[in-house]
Structures are given as C-alpha cells and as structure tokens.
C-alpha cells in the first residue's frame, strides 16, 4: 500500500525499546514523527538517530511525539544506542520499534508485502527503501511523507520547518512560500476571497500579482522564541 498525504496513518501493535505500544493510543491526541532505518548498525542511520535526539526538545516544545523504527529486534537497538551515544554524543530519547517481522515497514508501503525471512540475514540495501519520515497530524492524518536515499542523510531541520508550516496552516487561511522560516511573511490562502480577505486584513495585503498576496505571519512569535 501507498501512503499519501490525507491518509490516517495506519494503526499497529509493536514492541519498542520503551515497551509495546499501540500506535494512535501512543500519538494520542499529539503530532507524531514516525522515522525508519533499514538495519542498525548502519552508519548514515548512526548521525540521523543521534541528531534527532539532540534536537528532541524542538519536536517537544511544539508538541510533537517522535519515534524510530529499525528493522532488527529491539535487543540490537539497546546495544546500538549505546553505540550512538559514545559516537554522537546523544543516545536515542525516544522510542525505537523493533521491526523484524517487516510488519509496520510492509503496512507502511516501505517493503514489499512478500518480504520474509530471518531480518538478520537482509543487507541495510535489501531495506533501503525502509528510510521514509511520516508526519502524522492530531487527525492521525499523513501531512508529510519524505522518502531519502541510503547514502544522504535526512534534513531534520528541515521536518521541524515543515512540522512549523503545518501548525500554522491548520490554524489560519494562509500558506508559507518557498523557503519560508517561522516569522517570515506567508501567503493568504488561495480559498480565501478577495473580500474575506480584507475583513481579516483590514491593513491590506502586498500583491506582485492579483493571486499572490503577502501578509505578515498571523501570532508571529517574537524572532528566535522557537526553531531550530
Ligand atoms: C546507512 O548508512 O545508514 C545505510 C547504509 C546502507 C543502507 C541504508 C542505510
């Protein structure tokens, strides 16, 4: 199965380094970042896990719940997490799904459904397409599917970014344009009219062109409050 954005990320049952956890019982009522690895053990894999806890406090502070998934049992994830703390200075804070019988890797579309066997015995490439990142809404809706590469290593500033458009467009008519940071002026949403749009800005709007139009972000957080 494929999965898009405006999908409900698909439920499951798995065992964690943080004990079982039913899925949208763990997310809750939260945002939810669901990263996955082919093999531990794996070197790019090492830096992503070890970064991603150090920035752990930016994905709290804007309420969003982050888990891993590897494909091998747990038992390989404890022993390397210690690995990655020794080599990036910050082990793993966050659950790890043990995969190793490709169950969540297969719902989530990341292997093919006829994958079995002993996971000890695949190579990382035999599960190099196990390397997405899901952004799972409250709604328990895909907002972001981002497949890498084995050799490139993941941007998670770059989630973070996303994740910070995101909550602001759940919460006001309006989109953020290329390259856009928290604070930064944002587009008015396409589905807002012309006339609905001067009730909410009496001030007016910037507009290069009759369907671009400019405005401050809505509840700017005062420069360097949040982000990465
Ligand atoms: C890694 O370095 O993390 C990696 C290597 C081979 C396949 C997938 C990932």
């Known amino acids: 199965m494929t999965l898009t954005i405006g999908d409900t990320a698909p439920d ?38 070890g970064y991603m806890a150090s920035i752990k406090p930016e994905f709290d502070s804007r309420g969003v719940k982050i888990i891993g998934l590897s494909v091998d049992p747990i038992d390989n994830h404890e022993q390397w997490s210690r690995d990655i703390a020794e080599t990036q200075g910050t082990a ?23 994958v079995s066997g002993d996971p000890t015995e695949r190579t990382p490439a035999d599960n190099q397409t196990v390397r997405n990142v899901f952004v799972i809404g409250p709604d328990k809706k895909i907002k972001l599917v981002l497949v890498y590469p084995m050799t490139t290593g993941r941007n998670f500033d770059e989630v973070l970014r996303v994740i910070d458009s995101l909550q602001l467009t759940a919460n006001h008519k309006v989109a953020t344009p290329a390259q856009w940071q928290q604070g930064d002026d944002v587009i008015i949403a396409g589905s807002v009219s012309d006339d609905q749009a001067r009730e909410m800005y009496p001030d007016g709007w910037e507009s290069p062109r009759p369907y671009i139009r400019i405005v401050p972000q809505p509840d700017r957080q005062p420069a360097g409050s949040r982000g990465a």
């Not at 690895?37 to 894999?45: A, E, G, L, N, S």
């Not at 804070?93 to 459904?113: C, H, Q, R, T």
């Open 12 to 49: 499951f049952e798995a065992e964690t380094t943080e004990g079982t956890i039913r899925f949208h019982d763990w997310l809750g009522d939260s945002w939810g970042v669901l990263f996955s690895h082919p093999r531990d053990f794996t070197p790019v894999c090492t830096t992503e896990l």
């Open 92 to 114: 793993p804070n966050y659950p790890m799904i043990g995969d190793p019988e490709f169950k969540v890797s297969k719902l989530y579309g990341m292997l093919a459904e006829d």
